[in-house]
Structures are given as C-alpha cells and as structure tokens.
Nanobody, 127 residues
C-alpha cells in the first residue's frame, strides 16, 4: 500500500523560499509518476508540477515555471518541490500524488490520473 507523507510546509514571508518533500515509507518513488497539487482556500485543487515515472522529465503549471522546481532523489526516495519568490497567492495546502502508471505529458495535470494522495502540508506566505 502506497502511503505518501508530506513535510516541510510552514510560514514564509513574501519573496522567500520554501521546500516541501514527500516520501513513501520503504518504497522507491522512481517507479511512480509523481506530482504536486495545491488547494487555496475557496478554490479548486490545481496542478503544480509533475515528474514522469522512471524519468527525470518534468512538467509545470505555466505560471509557476521558473519559480518552482520539482525533483526526485532516488537515493533517499524523496520527492521535493523547491519554491522560490513566493507570493501570498502561493498560500495553499500542497499535496503529493502518485500513480504507478507512466502518464503522457498531457495527462500529468489531471487529478484523476493519480491513485495515491498524501494528507497535504500547509504553506502560508504572509508578512
């Protein structure tokens, strides 16, 4: 059973950086398509970034390119989202998601493609 656990959320000032991570206890994440989604208060959950199964190929929400970086560390089975130049609009609960299937690029942003989800970690950007 895949059990995803996020960590690293917290409070950060506008313009700051934060890193959130996701692990699945005892399982190699390299065999999964992995993604980050987020949900802001009063809004639908939205795609942030993804990395393809057995690959370093990534995809991002267009408006986040250049500020956010997703990467998978195969040595410690960790998925990380590095977030820079944060704004209050980035405030949200960030969710890690996984699929054992190899998804095509156009499907990476679809919530329904991911079978496994973490509980989320809160990121608050505020002065």
């Amino acid at each position: 059973q895949v059990q995803l656990h996020e960590s690293g959320g917290g409070l950060v000032q506008p313009g700051g950086s934060l890193r959130v991570s996701c692990v699945d206890s005892g399982r190699a994440l390299r065999g999964y398509t992995m993604a980050w989604f987020r949900q802001s208060p009063g809004k639908d959950r939205e795609f942030v970034a993804a990395v393809k199964r057995m690959s370093a190929s990534t995809s991002y929400k267009d408006s986040l390119k250049g500020r956010f970086t997703i990467y998978r560390n195969n040595a410690d089975n960790t998925l990380t989202l590095q977030m820079n130049s944060l704004t209050p609009e980035d405030t949200a609960v960030y969710y890690c998601a996984a699929s054992p299937r190899g998804l095509i690029t156009s499907s990476l942003g679809r919530e329904a493609e991911y079978e496994y989800w973490g509980q989320g970690t809160q990121v608050t950007v505020s002065s």
